[in-house]
């Protein structure tokens, strides 16, 4: 059950489609979502996207791509994204989506999957 909570939430924050960073909390509403199993599934070298970590709907202007490196702005800060932290399967929303956790007091990148910039 503790993985299913963040996982539902992140599909409250890609069903609004927000164009700014939104926060996913998990409220138990989407639970029948057929993207769950999908959100479920994803997972970096770090680990499973949602097992211990929120995910976030990144604006287009809070990422960006350079020379086949990405960096992601959280919280006021630009921060490279490990090449480990990026997932490899198809984005089936097409938002840039990144699942943060805080090293130091610095947020660090868990997971990441881009979107198409449009």
């Not at 996913?24 to 997972?43: I, M, Q, T, V």
């Not at 960096?71 to 699942?99: H, S, Y």
């Amino acid at each position: 059950m503790r993985l299913a909570r963040p996982c539902a939430a992140l599909l409250l924050g890609v069903a609004a489609l927000l164009t700014t960073s939104a926060l996913a909390r998990d409220d138990g509403r989407y639970a029948n979502s057929p993207l769950k199993p999908w959100f479920e599934s994803l997972h970096s070298e770090y680990g499973q996207c949602c097992s211990d970590a929120d995910g976030y709907v990144v604006a287009d202007v809070d990422w960006e791509s350079d020379k086949g490196r990405y960096r992601v702005q959280l919280d006021g800060e630009w921060v490279v994204v490990p090449e480990g932290a990026v997932i490899t399967v198809p984005n089936k929303i097409g938002r840039t989506m990144v699942w943060k956790h805080y090293i130091d007091g610095h947020p660090r990148v868990r997971c990441f999957t881009p979107g198409s910039m449009t």
